[in-house]
Antibody, heavy 119, light 111 residues
C-alpha cells in the first residue's frame, strides 16, 4: 500500500527556521516525483515545487523559488520542505504528494502538516 | 485569485446529477488533456478522482466522470450520495512558469 506520512503540526515564531518531512513507503521512492502543495485556510491548493528523489532534480514555482527549499534523502525514502526564516504569511497546511511526471496528477497524498507562524 | 475558475458552490439532492465547471485559458485547460479533479472532505487531504480529463483511478466510483470543451473542463457526479458532499478542485498542466495550476474550489452540498 502506497503511503506518504508527514511530520506533525508545528507552531513557530516569525524569523524561525523549520523543516517538515514526508516519508514514502509501499512503492519505489526513487521512481516517482514528490511534490509539495500549500493550502491556505479556505483556499485552493498551490503547487510549490517537486523533487525527483532518484537524482534530486528539483523544480520550483516562481512564487516559492527562494522562499523554501525542497530536498530528499533517498536512503530513508523521505522528502523535506524547509524554511530559513518563517513569516506569518507562511501559516498554512502543507501537503506532500506523489506524481509520476510533472504533467501528471498527484495520485497519493500525505495527511498534511499544519504550520502556524505567530508571535 | 486562482488561475482556474470554478463556481463557489453547487448543490443537489440525493440521486440527482450535478456538474462542476472549471474554466481556464488556451495556455492550460485548452492546451493540454492534463486536467485533474480532486475531492477534499473537511480536515482531510485531497483525493484524486479524475485525471487526464476523463480517466478514473482504480477504486473511484463510475458515478464520477470528466469532460472538456475548449478552455472549460467539467466534472459530473451522477446518483448523488451524501458522502459526495465535499470540496472539489480542478487542476491543469500549463505552459506557464508554474507547471500546474489549481482552481479555487467548489463546495458541493447534498441537500
Amino acid at each position: 500500500e502506497v503511503q506518504l506520512v508527514q511530520s506533525g503540526a508545528e507552531v513557530k515564531k516569525p524569523g524561525e527556521s523549520l523543516k517538515i518531512s514526508c516519508k514514502g513507503s509501499g512503492y519505489s521512492f526513487t521512481s516517482y516525483w514528490i511534490g509539495w502543495v500549500r493550502q491556505m485556510p479556505g483556499k485552493g491548493p498551490e503547487w510549490m515545487g517537486i523533487i525527483y528523489p532518484g537524482d534530486s532534480d528539483t523544480r520550483y514555482s516562481p512564487s516559492f523559488q527562494g522562499q523554501v527549499t525542497i530536498s530528499a534523502d533517498k536512503s530513508i525514502s523521505t522528502a523535506y520542505l524547509q524554511w530559513s526564516s518563517l513569516k506569518a504569511s507562511d501559516t498554512a497546511m502543507y501537503y506532500c504528494a506523489r506524481l509520476y511526471a510533472e504533467s501528471q496528477p498527484f495520485d497519493y497524498w500525505g495527511q498534511g502538516t499544519l504550520v502556524t507562524v505567530s508571535s | 485569485q486562482s488561475a482556474l475558475t470554478q463556481p463557489a458552490s453547487v448543490s443537489g439532492s440525493p440521486g440527482q446529477s450535478i456538474t462542476i465547471s472549471c474554466t481556464g485559458t488556451s495556455s492550460d485547460v485548452g492546451a493540454y488533456n492534463y486536467v485533474s479533479w480532486y475531492q477534499q472532505h473537511p480536515g482531510k487531504a485531497p483525493k484524486l478522482m479524475i485525471y487526464d480529463v476523463s480517466n478514473r483511478p482504480s477504486g473511484v466510483s463510475n458515478r464520477f466522470s470528466g469532460s472538456k470543451s475548449g478552455n472549460t473542463a467539467s466534472l459530473t457526479i451522477s446518483g448523488l450520495q451524501a458522502e459526495d458532499e465535499a470540496d472539489y478542485y480542478c487542476s491543469s498542466y500549463t505552459s506557464s512558469s508554474t507547471p500546474v495550476v489549481f482552481g479555487g474550489g467548489t463546495k458541493l452540498t447534498v441537500l
